[in-house]
């Protein structure tokens, strides 16, 4: 069995961070272990508060793991402050040298509460980004850590490239804050580019889909899948769960992570 090591925030609504990822994992039939980095009070209709995890205790969650079990691919979500993104990143070359990384940098939740520090993002991109084999971020995180001017394929492509320069193995657009009929990622990679185009789904049952999404691709990449491919797959099942999403909440509803593709 492959084996995915997380380290992200969880959500106490099951929706977005570890509590998605674990699911994403088991639909992969990967066993999922995990490094919490903060507890969020959260459910469909919003962040309430968000409880740090002593970076140090982050650190030795990652140790505890990578020591024993090991791994075959890390994806890292919700990181909270620059000390714990240090933290990790300090584990991570310790522990992780030629494990391949999926970096969502989580910044901005769904219902709008900032979930990464603003000296964090410098860090992140300083001591994270030359450790990731690929970074997953959405149109707002691309204009914060990129200058990304606009959702169109060619200015994506441009965030993407300049996030490369910054270290990062390869780097996914992701196009879902857009307002097209069709969202369209977009991913630079040492292969040259690659569009992912599906069509928009009416609805607010979307909560989630950027932890699950880089969660799927990691999976890909534990199994031994070419990026490209790992992408691909994990594209279709995230349109899969949103299409099936079961309903849930008041406000921005899960997934459904258990789709069939």
């Known amino acids: 069995m492959k084996r995915l090591l ?7 609504g099951g929706g977005a961070g570890i509590q998605a990822d ?6 992969f039939g990967v066993y999922a272990m995990t490094a919490i980095t903060a507890v969020t009070v959260q459910n469909t209709r919003g962040v309430k508060a968000v409880h740090s995890v002593p970076p140090a205790v982050v650190a030795e969650q990652i140790s505890a793991t990578l020591s024993d079990i090991g791994a ?5 979500g919700m990181l909270d402050n620059a000390a714990t993104v240090k933290a990790v990143a300090s584990a991570l ?3 992780a040298k030629k494990i391949p990384v999926v970096l969502d940098p989580v910044m901005i939740s769904t219902s709008g509460h900032r979930l990464l520090a603003p000296n964090a993002a410098a860090a992140m991109m300083k001591d994270l980004f030359p450790l990731a084999a690929l970074i997953t971020p959405n149109i707002p995180e691309a204009k914060a850590l990129a200058h990304l001017k606009s959702a169109k394929r060619n200015d994506a492509e441009i965030a993407a490239r300049k996030l490369i320069a910054m270290g990062a193995g390869a780097a996914l657009i992701k196009g879902g804050h857009a307002t097209a ?3 369209d990622d977009v991913m630079v990679w040492k292969g040259g580019v690659e569009i992912y185009a599906f069509p928009r789904l009416k609805t ?5 889909t950027g932890c699950t999404l880089s969660t799927a691709i990691a999976c890909g990449l534990a199994e ?3 990026l490209p491919l790992a992408v691909g797959r994990a594209r279709e ?6 299409e099936t999403a079961p309903g849930l909440g008041k406000g921005h509803g899960p997934l459904n992570h258990f789709a069939q593709v």
């Open 237 to 242: 099942y995230v349109q899969a769960a949103i």
């Open 22 to 27: 674990i699911k994403t994992a088991s639909a």
């Open 72 to 76: 075959d691919a890390i994806k890292i």
């Open 6 to 12: 997380i380290i992200a925030g969880s959500d106490s």
């Open 181 to 183: 009929s069709t969202i």
């Open 224 to 226: 031994g899948e070419p």
């Open 93 to 95: 070359k310790k522990h």
């Open 204 to 208: 607010r049952h979307t909560h989630g």
